[in-house]
């Protein structure tokens, strides 16, 4: 791996692999500042790929798979079988490289089911085309509330967790949760609810969902940007962590307080810079729009749509 890519094997004393509790390996893109997580059923050879990551340089409109095949690389020297490609929603700043693991390592693409709210404000927003299908369809698993797969042996719960997107959910294996952009460190506090369909008391109930589970619960991030203080990138806490002390939410603070906050800190902040080809790769469980024309592939920027 390159000193801008940082891998964690995420182990915890009493862990009890026996009963359903994952192996988890974090890899960390600091150029994104996203997670990619491996995640191992200790039972057998199988595991998921949650939140994969394709490079993108905005400036030359340039793709690699760098990122994409240190995973895979991970994968062929561990011998593992991926059975699901997931997503906790669709990303707005990075691009997914979910088919291209899918594709090589034979896995089905999974999301949450109100994908297609998503696909149907940004297909507008883009102007996709009539080609372009607004069902989830792209996907091999749309996940509502309260579904459950399996990934070899472990058994996966799905909690339908909106606010940062309307299709954000969190995959609960055993004594983890992978909480996409939900939750941050709890120096760091919660995700933005700017965007299209996103709405901080919907975050609110959606992060109580969470902090619901076992104290014990890891939690597992799908960002850190380093707190100011803090020296290393972090991206696992517990529930426990984050209710006792998480700035936006922790300590017992009430729907109220956390939406004025949410909103007053949203509006100042600026659009992710991946925002326009992330979400218009995204919205297509990671592909490319279709050639046009001449055979070529372009990504469109909306003049004072995304403001």
Not at 123 to 135: H, Y
Not at 192 to 212: M, N, Q, T, W
Not at 272 to 293: C, F, H, T, W, Y
Request: with cysteine.
């Amino acid at each position: 791996m390159s000193n801008d890519i940082i891998v964690k094997q995420h182990k915890r004393a009493g862990v009890d692999t026996a009963s359903g509790d994952p192996e988890v390996t974090g890899i960390f893109d600091v150029a994104t500042n996203a997670v990619c997580y491996i995640v191992k059923d200790a039972n057998s050879d199988s595991c998921a790929v949650i939140d994969s990551i394709l490079d993108f340089d905005m400036a030359s409109g340039s793709i690699t798979t760098r990122f994409a095949d240190n995973i895979l690389s991970e994968i062929k020297s561990r011998n593992l079988n991926v059975e699901w490609v997931l997503e906790s929603h669709v990303h707005a700043d990075h691009l997914s490289a979910a088919p291209y693991i899918a594709k090589a390592s034979g896995g089905k693409l999974g999301i949450g089911a109100r994908i297609d709210e998503v696909q149907r404000v940004f297909g507008k927003v883009f102007n996709a085309g009539t080609d372009f299908q607004m069902d989830g369809s792209q996907f091999d698993g749309l996940f509502k509330d309260g579904d459950t797969f399996n990934i070899g042996n472990l058994s996966v719960r799905v909690i339908h967790t909106p606010g940062h997107t309307p299709a954000c959910v969190t995959y609960v294996i055993g004594d983890a949760a992978f909480v996409g952009d939900t939750l941050f460190m709890p120096d760091f506090g919660t995700a933005r609810c700017d965007f299209p369909g996103g709405d901080a008391s919907e975050l609110y109930k959606s992060i109580h969902k969470v902090l619901a589970l076992p104290d014990a619960t890891r939690l597992f991030l799908c960002h850190d940007y380093k707190a100011p203080g803090r020296d290393e990138f972090c991206w696992e806490s517990t529930v426990g962590e984050e209710k006792a002390n998480n700035l936006h939410v922790g300590g017992g603070k009430s729907m109220e307080e956390f939406v004025e906050f949410r909103t007053k800190r949203d509006a100042q902040l600026s659009m992710p810079k991946l925002i326009i080809p992330s979400i218009q790769v995204n919205m297509r469980a990671g592909n490319m729009p279709p050639p046009e024309d001449d055979g070529e592939t372009y990504l469109k920027i909306p003049i004072n749509r995304m403001t």
